[in-house]
Each structure stands twice: as C-alpha cells, then as structure tokens.
C-alpha cells in the first residue's frame, strides 16, 4: 500500500537536546511538508521541500532543520533552540506542482520532560 | 494577506441531522479549495477538493462543498450525520502560484445520539 510513515508515535525530549522526526513516503511524490499543530490552532508550515537536495523555510522555521537526501525522507530535526517544541508534528507529500494535494502522515506527538 | 476562516470553533449536530461548516478565503489568485477531516491523534485524510469546473464537488464519506467565488465560501455540507463523523474539519486554500496551503484552525464537530 502507498502511504506515508512517520515515526515515532511519541516522542520525549529533554532539555537541551536535539530530537528527528521520521517521515517516509512511497508515493513517488516530488514535494514533502513538515508541519506543526497546536491545540485551537490550525497547521503552520515548518519546511517544505520540491525536490531532491532542496528546501525552503515556512512560516516558523526557527529552531528546526532538515535534510532530503533520498525522494521518499524527509526527516525533521527539532533543535535545542526551539524553546517551545511540545505540539503534534504532521509530514506530508504531494505530486509536486503548485497547489497540488497534500497527503498526510499519522504524525509524531512530541513531549518535552 | 492569504487567509482561511472557519468562524465555529465547535458545532453540535444531532446523528442524522444535516450539517453545514462553514469556510471563508482570502487569497489573492485563483484558489485551490480543500476540505480535510482529523480524528484525535490521527494524521489529516482528504475529503474533497476544488480546482476548478463545477462550483459544487462531491467527496468522501457523503460530504459535499459549494465554491461561491462572490462570497469566498467553501463551505461544507452534509445531508445526515452519523456518530462517525464526529472529528476536527480543516479547509485550506492555495494555488498555482505556490506550495504552500494555508489552513484554517478548524471546526470541531460533536455528534449527538
């Protein structure tokens, strides 16, 4: 079956580390999404990503990086300088056109302890 | 400024009642319309979309969307609701002239017995 993974389900961070988010997809699509969602708000955009070897920062890039090495990997980094990183982290893909379909991930629960 | 609208936060709905969420857009082209539905925990999965063509678009599960350019409206309708359908609902906007899709903070919809 097609789909996207991401993984882990939950994740725990301490203070002062660096975390990645897992994100894989096996539906040929060009361009990969990261974003962020917080509860009563709606999806911010992290980074995305059209291609292979190249990405943009969203809207609340600071404090994450990323890295797209292979078509189907798009893995999110959640550094120690987002000070705030608790919230639902969501990846997603599309053909890679403007304005084509997202389709989304399970997502990753991320928790600070 | 690009932005979507989803006035409730929550709604109420009766099973087998008719539903109706409603969306408003601020984009500066033409849009891209999107309506997509979250269970707790769960990734975004796709109800239906908009391009172009007919106004009125049929999509999963027995939901449909009318387009009204003159209202920037998109919004979402459902002739009976079953407990099934209780989630969080998100509609988006973009285009042709970008990656990015601008979601709304979304409506959460709690069905009745």
């Known amino acids: 079956d097609g789909g996207i993974t991401q993984s882990p389900k939950y994740l725990f961070r301490k203070e002062g580390q660096n975390v990645t988010l897992s994100c894989e997809q096996n539906?040929?699509?060009?361009?990969m999404y990261w974003y962020r969602q917080d509860p009563g708000q709606g999806l911010r955009l992290i980074y995305y990503?059209?291609?292979?070897?190249?990405?943009q920062k969203g809207d609340i890039a600071e404090g994450y990086s990323v890295s797209r090495e292979k078509k189907e990997s798009f893995p999110l980094t959640v550094t120690s300088a987002q000070k705030n990183p608790t919230a639902f982290y969501l990846c997603?893909?599309?053909?890679?056109?403007?304005?084509?379909?997202?389709?989304f991930g399970p997502g990753t629960r991320l928790l600070v302890l | 400024a690009q932005s979507v609208t989803q006035p409730d936060i929550h709604i109420t709905v009766s099973e087998g009642a008719s539903l109706e969420l409603r969306c408003n857009y601020s984009?500066?082209?033409?849009?891209?319309l999107f309506w997509y539905v979250q269970s707790p925990g769960q990734g975004l999965q796709l109800l239906l979309k908009?391009?172009?063509?007919?106004?009125l678009v049929q999509g999963i599960k027995g939901f449909e969307a009318e387009f009204k350019r003159s209202q920037s409206s998109f919004n979402l309708r459902k002739p009976s609701v079953h407990w099934s359908d209780a989630a969080e609902y998100f509609c988006?906007?973009?285009?042709?002239?970008?990656?990015?899709?601008?979601f709304g903070s979304g409506t959460r919809l709690l069905v009745r017995p």
């Open positions: 984009y500066g082209a033409t849009p891209y």
């Open positions: 988006a906007v973009g285009g042709d002239s970008s990656y990015k899709l601008i």
């Open positions: 908009y391009f172009s063509g007919d106004t």
């Open positions: 990503s059209q291609i292979v070897n190249d990405f």
């Open positions: 997603a893909s599309s053909l890679g056109a403007r304005g084509e379909t997202q389709y």
């Open positions: 539906l040929n699509h060009d361009a």
